[in-house]
């Protein structure tokens, strides 16, 4: 057990449909990061942040949106959704922004757009 | 560009031997480097990172990685594998505000 977890586990929704995935990061951590994992894309870093506040951005569309509240858990919206989202998607937390931290992985809520 | 390429898709090796998977990697700089282990409907977990120093790192399992700066690799090795071991296999590198991930490498194991 990593320490992170993710709500929910799983997610079945239609073609339009906005979903919200959550993230509580390791008691400590103050970064968090998502990924998106695809048989066709691999493993994709979307977002970042840190300590609330959005510190790098990688492969994210503009459909999709994150935040990190004062808490420190984080919220991943994903809007407009194409058959193409669906996919496994990770949160991560390290203790630090710097990647030279080891990220702890979450067990991932898989999403499936019907 | 920063990239960390795994040329490996997928090995299939018998339980008991020994084991290497491929990680390159293509940075302005000595990167940060990790192997991550991902098991089945699991989230991936980290077996070891290099950053500095000793170019030759010990993991948890029984992993180790050697970073070789002349090849710009970073290969994760093992003496003798055993059927739990069976997973993919994520080389990971960090720099400057991201950290890529390589495509994976499926490890099979057969008795």
């Known amino acids: 057990d990593s320490g992170v977890t993710q709500t929910p586990k799983h997610l079945i929704t239609a073609t339009g449909q906005r979903v919200t995935l959550r993230c509580s990061p390791r008691s400590g951590d103050l970064s968090v990061y998502w990924y998106q994992q695809s048989l066709d894309q691999g493993l994709q870093f979307l977002i970042q942040?840190?300590?609330?506040?959005?510190?790098a951005k990688g492969n994210i569309l503009e459909r999709f949106s994150a935040q990190q509240f004062p808490d420190l858990h984080s919220e991943l919206n994903l809007s407009s959704l194409e058959l193409g989202d669906s996919a496994l998607y990770f949160c991560?937390?390290?203790?630090?922004?710097?990647?030279?931290?080891?990220?702890?992985f979450g067990p991932g809520t898989r999403l499936t757009v019907t | 560009a920063q990239s960390v390429t795994q040329p490996d898709i997928h090995i299939t090796v018998s339980e008991g031997a020994s084991l290497e998977l491929r990680c390159n990697y293509s940075?302005?700089?000595?990167?940060?480097l990790f192997w991550y282990v991902q098991s089945p409907g699991q989230g991936l977990q980290l077996l070891l990172k290099?950053?500095?120093?000793?170019?030759l790192v010990q993991g948890i399992k029984g992993f180790e990685a050697e970073f070789k700066r002349s090849q710009s690799s970073f290969n994760l090795r093992k003496p003798s594998v055993h059927w739990s071991d069976a997973a993919e296999y994520f080389c990971?590198?960090?720099?400057?505000?991201?950290?890529?991930f390589g495509t994976g490498t499926k490890l099979q194991v057969i008795p």
């Open positions: 290099y950053f500095s120093g000793d170019t």
């Open positions: 942040y840190y300590n609330g506040e959005e510190r």
């Open positions: 990971a590198g960090g720099g400057y505000q991201k950290v890529t």
């Open positions: 991560a937390s390290s203790v630090d922004s710097s990647y030279f931290y080891e990220q702890y």
């Open positions: 940075y302005g700089a000595t990167p940060y």
